[in-house]
């Protein structure tokens, strides 16, 4: 299969298809005229000495008004490479870089960049090939671009850095030579075109959009698994009360709540009770408002990773050069802060919702084990996700607030957003933990109310999750079981 960069707008369902499907990059052949024609229009308007061009004939940042002799202008752009290789940290998982090649070679496809097709085409070689620059996490401010991470994606394109390929991590050099590829000799403006860009922000949030959804749905199936085994009330699904109060994803919620548990003999029969706990009783609230802001961020994800996004942007229609600042992450970093903190929230929810199963009340044993005291049972997975979730808080503190002056003044605001970048995907990774301990906690739970049953959907996946997650009798080593599943709720998906 083949996907075909072009300017049609890309969905990040599309993009998830084109993922899964391992399917191969290719450009356009209106892409190819689109990137050929900027590069030439770059080329006669550098034949203007009076007229200096940010970047491109002059230095970068504070050094704008340091201008850049002819014979210069390459050595300029491979200077700007390898001095902005400056990252620390861990490394970036391989999936987001090889997000990251796709979104890089999709904005300088638009024709907007000044670069050459040859430097594009490497891109799409390097995604195809499964050959991944190792990128670090710290070191971007979120403004002037990805500066530090697209500068160590982009070192292999000049026969420098490192690059994972075939589960080993070696010099591109070694790699090339393999290939028999040559280094690319970059043109004027293309390192600043390379650097200047939010494909690590945005290839992040990507990421964790994709995971987000999800386990937005996997936290409603394990709510529902929960519900029954506690022996809540299905009325505050019920949609009369969302009909009043008509959120999009609260709606949904109480919808998708209804179908799950749709033939439960379990929710079905007569309540001693007469409400829930707000962990059961509110979750079309607190998942659907999970849900409308998954929705939202999408929106603005989509609409960055159809962008053009360095700097300065080159119009050849217009025979315009405009130096401003589609690099910032502002409209991408308030939005995956915002997705932090809806994700935490799914995660503080769930492990509530695991602290009332284990708590002995409605006819279950203290711990989810028939003989608590001697067994300690159930009772540390809830400790654990709740050290997650307080982890969670704290990483939920929005890193868009922040801003650092650099460049001598001359970058005076930023927006932190690689930051808020990591964390996200941190959260996200969290959030799944404390969904399967929930669901180590609910299947244990449910086997305390046979002979009922749940719905033929929870009940199904209950016989899918105990193919590799025993029920628990006595005390046993907890981690192998939470680590299964994790993989679980990672490898399964049921609609």
């Not at 940042?61 to 202008?73: A, F, M, Q, R, W």
């Not at 394109?157 to 090339?176: D, F, N, T």
Request: with cysteine; charged share 20%.
């Amino acid at each position: 299969m083949t996907h075909y960069i072009s300017n049609e707008r890309l969905t990040l369902e599309q993009l998830k298809d084109i993922i899964d499907s391992h399917a191969r990059l290719e450009l356009s052949k209106e892409s190819v005229a689109a990137v050929q024609k900027c590069r030439r229009y770059l080329d006669e308007k550098m034949t203007d000495p009076t007229r200096p061009i940010y970047g491109i004939t002059t230095g970068f940042g504070s050094l704008y008004n340091v201008t850049i002799k002819p014979d210069e202008l390459s050595q300029l752009q491979y200077n700007l490479v390898v001095s902005h290789a400056c990252g620390s940290g861990e490394t970036v998982r391989p999936e987001i870089v090889k997000l990251m090649l796709f979104l890089k070679a999709q904005s300088l496809s638009y024709g907007h960049s000044g670069v050459q097709l040859a430097t594009v085409q490497r891109l799409i070689d390097m995604y195809n090939e499964d050959i991944l620059p190792v990128v670090y996490q710290q070191g971007s401010l979120g403004a002037s671009g990805d500066l530090a991470p697209l500068a160590h994606l982009s070192l292999p394109l000049i026969g420098l850095g490192e690059v994972l390929y075939k589960g080993r991590i070696r010099p591109s050099a070694e790699v090339w030579a393999e290939k028999g590829w040559e280094p690319i000799t970059l043109q004027s403006k293309e390192g600043l075109a390379l650097l200047n860009g939010t494909q690590f922000m945005s290839a992040h949030a990507v990421w964790a959009l994709i995971k987000s959804a999800r386990l937005s749905w996997w936290a409603d199936l394990i709510g529902a698994m929960s519900l029954d085994a506690y022996d809540g009330r299905i009325e505050p699904f019920l949609p009369l009360t969302h009909q009043i109060r008509p959120h999009v994803g609260q709606i949904l919620t109480g919808k998708h709540f209804m179908q799950i548990l749709e033939g439960s003999e379990l929710i079905g029969r007569l309540k001693e009770h007469v409400q829930d706990p707000y962990s059961f009783r509110c979750i079309p609230q607190v998942h659907g408002a999970v849900k409308d802001n998954i929705l939202y961020v999408n929106s603005v994800i989509e609409n960055e990773i159809n962008s053009t996004s360095d700097n300065p942007n080159i119009f050849p229609d217009e025979d315009m050069i405009i130096s401003a600042g589609n690099f910032h992450g502002e409209p991408i970093a308030i939005p995956m802060d915002a997705l932090a903190i809806a994700m935490s929230e799914l995660a503080s929810i769930s492990e509530r919702r695991t602290y009332q199963l284990i708590h002995g009340l409605r006819g279950l044993p203290k711990y989810l084990v028939a003989n608590p005291g001697v067994n300690s049972g159930f009772m540390i997975p809830q400790y654990t996700a709740a050290s997650i979730v307080s982890q969670n808080k704290g990483l939920c503190w929005p890193a868009s607030c922040d801003s650092i002056p650099s460049s001598q003044g001359q970058e005076d605001h930023v927006s932190m957003g690689s930051n808020s970048a990591t964390k996200l995907a941190r959260i996200v990774d969290n959030v799944e933990t404390v969904l399967a301990i929930e669901l180590f906690n609910a299947a244990q739970a449910l086997e305390f109310r046979r002979p009922l049953k749940s719905s033929p959907l929870i009940e199904r996946i209950f016989a899918d999750y105990r193919k590799v997650v025993p029920f628990i009798e006595n005390d046993t080593y907890m981690h192998p079981h939470i680590e299964k599943s994790v993989e679980f709720i990672r490898n399964n998906l049921y609609v």
